[in-house]
């Protein structure tokens, strides 16, 4: 999306003591994980499928099912046509071999949909694919056929009088601007030719949805979801599509409930539809919560103060693709340390379906290639899956610590700072008694056989005990 779209973060400090006792927070957990594959080929995915349902991921998201040019990774994100699934990552033979694989592993296949713009191309045009693709399609039939999800290749998708205006947005405060212009780059780009949802348009829409459906897809992530007006989006996605699917949608915002940007977009958003979405307010409250200045116990209960959405609407993450691979939002990049002390939370917490962003674009120097089998991101996902079902209760907060058990099968303690801590548990009917808790971080173990239990968690770390 493009940099102008998030507000600034406003910094939050709770002010309260640092030997404060948490609330007790409970809530039942059901989500599971998501891998996002991010620019990961269809037969990439395919081959890995094994070593994926084995870590524990049970949905994966891949790169938009459509045509496009380009080996960009934006280039995905620009579409050329619904009709077929061709571009550098795949086509329809590979996205299907994909799906098939990992459903035999027992995982879901998760796309991602771009619906509120055509791709920046050909000098401005607004007929898609153009006539050089029907050309192409019409000398290689029966290859063009082959990757058909649906419709009539000899015609058109969409023409000129299918789109809004042509402006770029110049306030993304508007929300008239932000969902009926163009997202563009500097000027003089003419940006992406923004769709107008008449009849047509949503009837291509709708077949497009259903046709992935057909195909086995179980989800949609929802691009650009905050420059498609709720009516639209609601008009595609009819109670027949989501029937048996995990829809959410991506609306960047920079803060929780009293942000303009969760005023004007993520609440109505939420509000219009019954979706779930990317909980950037989360985002941000670990972001504030583990700078120097934040405290761990803003995030004890953090829907409680706006700060994060209703766990059973919320896909959980201390990183998205937008973030590195674009400049507007790089300031939201945490450090490796912090980046990993935020996973644990998503993973340990009950509420909200978890997301593990492992890149392929190489960006930040391959920072996050291969972050799904990262030793740490095994044990995490593996902990979430030991203890999945099970309601949460705070143990201990302060400034730099935040502890919290997940029904007696598990105990999560997260340090910030510089220094080891000491947590003490009151165990007496919490805890199983003369069982070993294990940490799936470092493999320290503990028993408990009185009624307190002090627990060391180091400095700078997370540990994730589980009932052995």
């Known amino acids: 999306m493009n940099g102008n779209e998030m507000s600034q973060c406003v910094r939050r400090l709770v002010t309260q003591s640092a030997l404060v006792l948490m609330c007790s927070v409970s809530s039942i957990a059901g989500a ?4 996002h594959a991010f620019n990961w080929s269809y037969t990439d995915v395919k081959n ?3 070593e994926i349902a084995n870590i ?12 496009s040019s380009g080996c960009e990774w934006y280039q995905r994100y620009q579409p050329q046509d619904w009709r077929v699934i061709d571009h550098c990552l795949g086509n329809k033979q590979s996205f299907k071999a994909m799906i098939d694989a990992l459903n035999a592993k027992g995982v879901v296949v998760y796309a991602d949909i771009v619906l509120n713009h055509m791709a920046n191309e050909r000098n401005g045009a607004t007929d898609f694919p153009g006539n050089a693709a029907l050309t192409d399609y019409a000398s290689r039939r029966s290859y063009w056929n082959n990757q058909k999800l649906f419709g009539n290749l000899d015609n058109g998708l969409v023409s000129p009088w299918d789109f809004h205006e042509a402006k770029c947005i110049s306030d993304y405060n508007n929300v008239w601007q932000v969902q009926n212009w163009r997202l563009c780059g500097p000027s003089p780009d003419r940006g992406l030719p923004d769709l107008d949802p008449n009849n047509y348009v949503l009837e291509q829409q709708r077949s497009y949805l ?3 459906k057909n195909l086995g897809v179980k989800g949609f992530r929802v691009d650009a979801a905050k420059h498609m007006t709720n009516w639209h989006i609601n008009q595609i996605f009819t109670s027949t599509i989501k029937s048996g699917m995990h829809v959410f949608g991506e609306v960047i915002t920079g803060g929780g409930t009293s942000s303009s940007d969760y005023q004007n977009f993520l609440g109505p958003y939420l509000s219009a539809t019954d979706h779930d979405a990317y909980d950037f307010p989360l985002l941000n409250a670990m972001r504030n919560a583990l700078m120097p200045s934040g405290w761990m116990s803003s995030l004890e209960n953090p829907q409680a103060s706006g700060n994060a959405l209703p766990g059973h609407r919320a896909v959980t993450m201390p990183i998205t693709h937008d973030i590195p691979t674009n400049s507007g939002f790089r300031y939201l990049i945490m450090n490796p340390t912090d980046e990993h002390l935020a996973y644990a939370y998503v993973l340990g917490r009950s509420d909200g379906a978890p997301m593990v962003f492992s890149d392929k674009t190489g960006t930040d120097s391959g920072r996050w ?34 502890t919290f058990q997940r029904g007696k099968e598990g105990v999560v303690g997260i340090n910030k700072c510089g220094e080891e801590r000491w947590v003490k548990l009151n165990t007496s009917g919490k805890f ?9 971080l470092s493999g320290e173990t503990f028993s408990i056989s009185s009624s307190t239990k002090w627990i060391r968690i180091p400095a700078r770390a997370a540990r994730m005990w589980y009932a052995d």
């Open 56 to 67: 524990g991921y049970k949905a994966v998201l891949v790169a938009p099912p459509l045509k």
């Open 432 to 440: 199983y008694w003369y069982r070993t808790y294990r940490d799936a």
């Open 369 to 402: 290639v291969d972050d799904y089998k990262q030793s740490d991101i095994k044990s995490m996902v593996f902990f979430h899956n030991r203890v999945q079902g099970q309601g949460q209760e705070g143990v201990w907060a302060d400034q730099c610590v935040l």
């Open 48 to 50: 890995k499928a094994t």
């Open 32 to 35: 599971d994980v998501i891998l």
């Open 210 to 212: 259903q046709a992935l």
